[in-house]
T-cell receptor, first 117, second 113 residues
């Protein structure tokens, strides 16, 4: 079975440019998560969706970041305009519905390594 | 805000050695998960523990959840190079926040052949 698919795997761009990261969750999973991982701060939750609806976006750093989930099989994380401090590895994960029967396993993609010059 | 402290931060050992890594918090865990992340990949779930005092075994890996549910340990017996990776513990940020997980910064394990 296909896991969580993220694209691109690597992105290098200049500051000020718009960056769009894409994610296809595992079929049948109702919850989708976007994380950012850096050496300094570790793995941090940015936002998560349940049934395509954003539930908690308290981790989104600022208005330059936005996330959408137009349907159950696709989500995007957009940064506009990008800054060098946004350089990190961004992960998407999916799971069965959170809040139903305890802590669910989250299945992670292989991440997008983003470098803003 | 609950913080997770993982120790040690780095660990480099020879194949065949035993090791233990730790995850501690000042607050009680509602439940706890351990993930392993290999270089260039996303984290993969190893185990979920929910009951104080619980012990779970996964082949050479033994997971313990403290009686007071404020600490957990992962013990690896006879480590192999394939165990190399970043070991992360995580717990929900608060009650009713099963989707909002906080992660420790991890223990980076290197097992040399």
């Amino acid at each position: 079975d296909a896991g969580v698919i993220q694209s691109p795997r690597h992105e290098v761009t200049e500051m000020g440019q718009e960056v769009t990261l894409r994610c296809k969750p595992i079929s049948g999973h109702n919850s989708l998560f976007w994380y950012r991982q850096t050496m300094m701060r570790g793995l941090e939750l940015l936002i998560y969706f349940n049934n395509n609806v954003p539930i908690d976006d308290s981790g989104m750093p600022e208005d330059r970041f936005s996330a959408k989930m137009p349907n159950a099989s696709f989500s995007t994380l957009k940064i506009q305009p990008s800054e060098p401090r946004d350089s990190a590895v961004y992960f998407c994960a999916s799971s069965l519905n959170v809040g139903t029967g305890g802590l669910q396993p989250q299945h992670f993609g292989d991440g997008t390594r983003l470098s803003i010059l | 805000t609950q913080l997770l402290e993982q120790s040690p931060q780095f660990l480099s050992i020879q194949e065949g050695e035993n090791l233990t890594v730790y995850c501690n918090s000042s607050s009680v865990f509602s439940s706890l998960q351990w993930y392993r992340q290999e270089p260039g990949e996303g984290p993969v779930l190893l185990v979920t523990v929910v009951t104080g005092g619980e012990v779970k075994k996964l082949k050479r890996l033994t997971f313990q959840f403290g009686d007071a549910r404020k600490d957990s340990s992962l013990h690896i017996t006879a480590a192999q190079p394939g165990d190399t990776g970043l070991y992360l513990c995580t717990t929900p940020r608060g009650k009713g926040s099963q989707g909002n997980l906080i992660f420790g910064k991890g223990t980076k394990l290197s097992v040399k052949p």
